[in-house]
């Protein structure tokens, strides 16, 4: 008798796939927003953002700034029926549609002269730092 050695990884048997079944069913993760993968650097007189979106067109990525909070949104465009039909019919469909949010402080960067770029799935957003305002000398006379 032969046995085959197959790692554990690759057999394709996941134990805990029920159990993330029954939570994603349990929570509604299809339709939550999912966090994306971010870094921030400081360059001295700013910041810049790199955040992974992988799959995104530039027109689903939004970023709205209110008050002292920047929200980054990315989501995915659902397909309309006439779409869905040309298609044809999936023997398998692993991908979803997705979105995605963040939401950053931004009460320390200066919000006109941001600048965002996009490829290759990866937005840039350039955040300068608010410049101190220059003292502002007067002088009082005396009366």
Known sequence: MMTYLTPFECTG???????????NQFFNYSEQLRSCKTD???????????????????????????????TLTAAHKEETEEEKSQKGKYLRKERSFCS????????????????????????????????????????ITIQ
């Open 40 to 70: 921030i650097r400081d360059t001295g007189d700013g910041y810049v953002l790199e955040a992974e979106l992988p799959g995104f067109q530039k027109d689903e990525i939004q970023l709205d700034v209110q008050g002292d909070v920047l």
């Open 13 to 23: 048997y996941d134990l805990f796939q029920s159990m993330r079944n029954w939570e």
């Open 100 to 139: 995605y949010q963040q939401k950053l402080d931004i009460s320390d960067m200066d919000v006109k002269k941001m600048q965002a770029s996009y490829e290759n799935g990866v937005l840039v957003l350039q955040m300068p730092k608010k410049q101190p305002d220059a003292p502002v000398s007067r002088r």
